[in-house]
């Protein structure tokens, strides 16, 4: 039994296979005329939720339904980890109540390795959700597919990925992603949303939206993570809006084909004008959709599959 923890040491054999195995998934169920697949009847799934979410969980619960597993949904707030339960107790609770899969999302970087590192005896998968500023595998292979859909291969296009990279667990998902799958990826931010050690990233940096946007086939918004934010110089709002926000003036600065992705919660009107959110140039409810089958394309390569992955 493996797990799905980070998309850092992906190959992109192992991620392609899952970006195709989401492709026929969505074609089998392109106008839901086949509702339901049999595949993981008799498996559980649980997703716990120590952080908030909607598109990541909602499309977990759905992929798995979708798939025939049993799906049960565990909160923070409603479970023994309001009463100081540990991780690893829940976690071993989860195994030994019968679950398959646990898809985790912890505010603390690292938190769904430790939680594969206590599960692999049991034969429980672990599908890391978003773990602290680190990673979220599934948001990355979501906006993949979102990209292959639009552009083709992702082999030597170019992606902006915008904003505050300091916080961005999806902004490192993706450079992992991107450049495995042969992209290039330059990061706009200010210097402040800008991690240490950046230099040591397979990508370029500029600190100019406006000289980047000519020059890409997609844009990657990101939303600025005030509640990851504890002291450190960041612009207001409307500094940052005017330097990073994607209006629609700086739309047409994009070549025709370019794609506007955002991976959601969007704060619109700070890092992206609503304007541009609801245009047909942004991808934004098509990621979303994605993600279904991008998740039910994970849940089969861990469950039915039996394929390693990272
Ligand atoms: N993109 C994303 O992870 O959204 P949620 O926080 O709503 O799951």
Same mark, same amino acid.
């Given at each position: 039994m493996r797990h799905l923890l980070a998309t850092e040491g992906m190959d992109a054999a192992t991620a392609t296979a899952v970006l195709d195995t989401a492709d026929q998934l969505k074609a089998t169920l392109l106008g839901r005329e086949v509702r339901k697949l049999p595949t993981l009847r008799g498996r559980t799934v649980?997703? !716990?939720?120590?952080?908030?979410?909607?598109?990541?969980r909602v499309s977990f619960e759905i992929a798995g339904k979708w798939m025939s597993a049993d799906v $049960?949904? $565990?909160?923070?707030?409603?479970?023994?980890?309001?009463?100081?339960?540990?991780?690893?107790?829940?976690?071993?609770?989860?195994?030994? &109540?019968?679950?398959?899969?646990?898809? !985790?999302?912890?505010?603390?970087?690292?938190?769904a390795h430790r939680l594969a590192g206590w599960l692999t005896e049991a034969g429980t998968s672990v599908v890391n959700a978003g773990d602290g500023m680190h990673e979220h595998p599934t948001q990355a292979l979501l906006d993949a597919a979102t990209l292959r859909e639009r552009l083709g291969a992702l082999d030597g296009r170019r992606v902006a990925?915008?904003?505050?990279?300091?916080?961005?667990? !999806?902004?490192?998902?993706?450079?992992?992603?991107?450049?495995?799958?042969?992209?290039?990826?330059?990061?706009? &931010?200010?210097?402040?949303?800008?991690?240490?050690?950046?230099?040591?990233?397979? $990508?370029?940096?500029?600190?100019?939206?406006? &000289? !980047?946007?000519?020059?890409?086939?997609?844009?990657?918004?990101?939303?600025?993570?005030?509640?990851?934010?504890?002291?450190?110089?960041?612009?207001?709002?409307?500094?940052?809006?005017?330097?990073?926000?994607?209006?629609?003036a700086r739309l047409g600065l994009l070549p025709e084909h370019?794609?506007?992705?955002?991976?959601?919660?969007?704060?619109?009107?700070?890092?992206?004008?609503?304007?541009?959110?609801?245009?047909?140039?942004?991808?934004?409810?098509?990621?979303?959709?994605?993600? /279904?089958? /991008?998740?039910? &394309? /994970?849940?089969?390569?861990?469950l039915a599959h039996e394929e390693e992955m990272a």
């Open positions: 649980v997703t !716990v939720f120590y952080e908030a979410s909607t598109r990541t $049960v949904n $565990v909160s923070a707030s409603g479970s023994s980890v309001g009463k100081g339960e540990s991780l690893r107790d829940t976690a071993l609770t989860l195994a030994a &109540a019968g679950a398959d899969c646990v898809i !985790v999302r912890h505010p603390a970087s690292g938190a990925i915008v904003g505050d990279v300091l916080h961005s667990r !999806v902004a490192r998902s993706n450079v992992h992603l991107l450049t495995a799958l042969g992209a290039e990826v330059v990061l706009v &931010a200010p210097p402040t949303l800008l991690p240490s050690g950046v230099d040591r990233w397979p $990508v370029t940096v500029s600190h100019s939206l406006d &000289a !980047v946007l000519p020059t890409v086939d997609a844009v990657m918004m990101l939303r600025v993570q005030a509640e990851r934010m504890h002291g450190g110089y960041f612009p207001s709002a409307r500094e940052y809006s005017i330097a990073y926000g994607l209006s629609e370019a794609v506007v992705l955002h991976p959601g919660p969007m704060l619109r009107g700070m890092e992206i004008a609503s304007a541009v959110a609801d245009s047909p140039r942004a991808a934004i409810t098509e990621q979303v959709a994605n993600g /279904v089958h /991008v998740r039910m &394309a /994970v849940l089969y390569h861990l």
